[in-house]
């Protein structure tokens, strides 16, 4: 058993750094996470006698489908007149950090930090639920 808290700190863990570069697991049998950062030369695996059948790696924001499809999904909610405009943005690098400039422009940065938690709490719990791993608390 793992709390919901332990396995969104192992998401944001995941999703901190440039893809692939951080890892985390999760043995399902202890409810223990692991973390592994290339970057950080974190491998707490390697010192560890782990079954991989009964692991699995937390996911990161894309495998959730939690990029830009859920900036559309807000812009639609929020700012329907705006679409256009945001779908420009996402056509060029550096996106979402326009996006979040527009946000704050706006003043709804603060009310997409909210909607973009609460979607990534329901997207993990949606995860645990299909890959059996029962929360805590």
């Known amino acids: 058993m793992v709390s919901l808290s332990e396995i969104i700190d ?7 750094s440039s893809y692939g570069s951080n890892r985390a697991i999760l043995c399902k049998d202890t409810g223990q996470i692991f973390y ?6 974190i491998d707490e695996i390697g010192e ?13 924001k894309y495998e959730l489908d939690l990029g ?13 007149d705006e679409y256009h405009r945001v779908r420009q ?3 060029k690098r550096g996106a979402y950090s326009r996006y979040k400039r527009f946000l704050e422009s706006r003043g709804m940065l603060d009310t997409w ?11 993990l719990r949606q995860w645990c639920k299909e890959n059996g791993i029962e929360l805590s608390g």
Request: hydrophobic share 40%; proline share 6%.
């Open 48 to 60: 560890q006698d782990m079954e991989p059948k009964n692991s699995i790696e937390i996911p990161d």
């Open 89 to 91: 943005m996402f056509r």
């Open 113 to 123: 930090y909210e909607f973009e938690n609460e979607r990534e709490e329901q997207a």
């Open 36 to 41: 592994v950062s290339e970057e950080a030369g």
């Open 10 to 16: 192992a998401y944001y863990f995941v999703n901190v």
């Open 68 to 80: 830009q499809r859920l900036v559309f999904e807000f812009v639609e909610m929020y700012l329907p």
